[in-house]
């Protein structure tokens, strides 16, 4: 099937987003040596660097700089990407907080189908694409079948499509700003609010030992802390775990949570939502530990230990500090 295919590019300060390389190579694994084309809107502020860099893993690179358009506005995006898009066109989103504002609408005014939170494509055959689904929070995999033949407009988890080696394009940007023109919102954004930093900033840490609902109790906090202390690390953590009041907000990693970019991650008792691991960014060597082997962490974790934590992050902390 020869597709037109398209990625919605996320960038921020001048700097795309490190699941863009992750949009090419899940592109080249669905139609190997299919160009793609990338999106890059922005007001012109930052823009130009965030298109320029997406000319490393994209052939053409089209550019829409507006004024309205400084700060993702779904409103306008819709109908925007509705205008330039080709029927029939297959594009690929990063399933954030834009994206699934944008997408299924989208898909709708496309008239082309939708496939949200796709974590692994099992194969193509002629037009009918085999993938993978997370539903309820990522408790369930849902093995779906899509027909591409009309289109379709698809949101994939960051983290579950890596670039398999050096992805190089070299591409060239198109200014497609003129199509913005005419293109209203009703919504009107106000200010970013910084997020609150605590006593100690999980953003800036290499190393984090995050602790999940599976901890299951304030008192069992000095496991992940010990262990932390080993690793020369600092505790971070899921919503839940905020919401319990076991640790402070300035912990918590996520979505509504701070963005984190460590080197290293231990997810302990944390199943992995999207949006949970939407806080994850940086392509940091995953470590997950989970009673359930079935728990959706595993399917973005470099190494997965099917364990309790509270038996077995005691015993790594004591061989962490042998090893030292
Ligand atoms: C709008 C919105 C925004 C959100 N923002 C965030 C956010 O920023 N950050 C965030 O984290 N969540 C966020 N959430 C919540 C998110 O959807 C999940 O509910 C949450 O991430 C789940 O946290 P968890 O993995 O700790 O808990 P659970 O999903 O309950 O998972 C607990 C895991 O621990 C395992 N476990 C249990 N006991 C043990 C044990 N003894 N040893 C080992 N493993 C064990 C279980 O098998 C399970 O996989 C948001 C939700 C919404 C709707």
Known sequence: MAAQLFAFIPHANSRIDDTAPELAAAAERLFPGVPVTALVTGAAEGLEAAAAEATRFFPEVWKFAHADLAYPNAEILRPLLARVLPRGAVVLFTHNTLAMDLAPGLAVKLDAAYLPDVVAFEGLEGTQLRAVRQEFNGQVSTHVACDLAGGAVVTLRSGCFPAAGELSAA???????GDVQGIAARRRFLEVVAAEVGDVDITKEEVLVSVGRGIGDKENLPVAEELAEALGAVVSCSRPVVDAKWLDKSRQVGTSGKTVKPKVYLALGISGSFQHLGGIKGNPFIVAV????????????????VADLLEFAP?????VRKAR
């Open 290 to 305: 989970n009673k359930n082997p079935k728990a959706p962490i595993f399917q973005v974790a470099q190494v997965g230990v």
């Open 171 to 177: 591409g060239r940007v198109v200014d497609r700003s």
């Open 315 to 319: 015993v790594l902390t004591e061989a």
